[in-house]
T-cell receptor, first 112, second 113 residues
Framework: DQQVKQNSPSLSVQEGRISILNCDYTNSMFDYFLWYKKYPAEGPTFLISISSIKDKNEDGRFTVFLNKSAKHLSLHIVPSQPGDSAVYFCAASKNAGNMLTFGGGTRLMVKP | DAGVIQSPRHEVTEMGQEVTLRCKPISGHNSLFWYRQTMMRGLELLIYFNNNVPIDDSGMPEDRFSAKMPNASFSTLKIQPSEPRDSAVYFC???????????FGQGTRLTVV
């Protein structure tokens, strides 16, 4: 049973537009959420995180939104750039310092 | 810092053979994780060590899989005997104690034919 789900396996966006990647979770014990970015032939790299005490966290072009009542989070990238083309994984943890449960990933393609 | 180092980067082996994947975590990191990435299941946690002790191995798919961490700077994941369905990319990751953001190695792409 997948506790973290990314229902869109792929997303295509025009350069300069907004990319919105979505993630749903089922375990109400999760209280820390992360997004990772993965290029081909490389390991995932940490992108941005959010604690359950917040509903938004922003870092440059990247913003993560958390809706605890809906058990839903999203990653907004604006403006999207071709270098953002990668697979994005959503991950959740039950508390800081604990192991991560990952979603299946969404492949983002940003077209020039 | 060299980051998490995994070897080999690629491994092709025949069904039934033993495969050993290796990982050197970042110095000073107390937690180590082995993940497997497949198209069907995405990134799934296989086993988690803290201070060289296995804490959670519930993700290890079956007895053919075993993992060890003999010291703070080295871990192995062994598959014996290997099967074609074990073909995947295997990642090792490490974190300092109390951190959640894991640092990943570049992975080992395993192909079992």
């Amino acid at each position: 049973d997948q506790q973290v789900k990314q229902n869109s396996p792929s997303l295509s966006v025009q350069e300069g537009r907004i990319s919105i990647l979505n993630c749903d979770y089922t375990n109400s014990m999760f209280d820390y959420f992360l997004w990772y970015k993965k290029y081909p032939a490389e390991g995932p790299t940490f992108l941005i995180s959010i604690s359950s005490i917040k509903d938004k966290n922003e870092d440059g072009r990247f913003t993560v939104f958390l809706n605890k009542s809906a058990k839903h989070l999203s990653l907004h990238i604006v403006p999207s750039q071709p270098g953002d083309s990668a697979v994005y994984f959503c991950a959740a943890s039950k508390n800081a310092g604990n192991m991560l449960t990952f979603g299946g990933g969404t492949r983002l393609m940003v077209k020039p | 810092d060299a980051g998490v180092i995994q070897s080999p980067r690629h491994e092709v082996t025949e069904m039934g053979q033993e495969v050993t994947l290796r990982c050197k975590p970042i110095s000073g990191h107390n937690s180590l994780f082995w993940y497997r990435q497949t198209m069907m299941r995405g990134l799934e946690l296989l086993i988690y060590f803290n201070n060289n002790v296995p804490i959670d191995d519930s993700g290890m798919p079956e007895d053919r899989f075993s993992a060890k961490m003999p010291n703070a700077s080295f871990s192995t994941l062994k598959i014996q005997p290997s099967e074609p369905r074990d073909s995947a990319v295997y990642f090792c990751a490490s974190t300092p104690t109390g951190w959640t953001e894991a640092f990943f190695g570049q992975g080992t792409r395993l192909t079992v034919v």
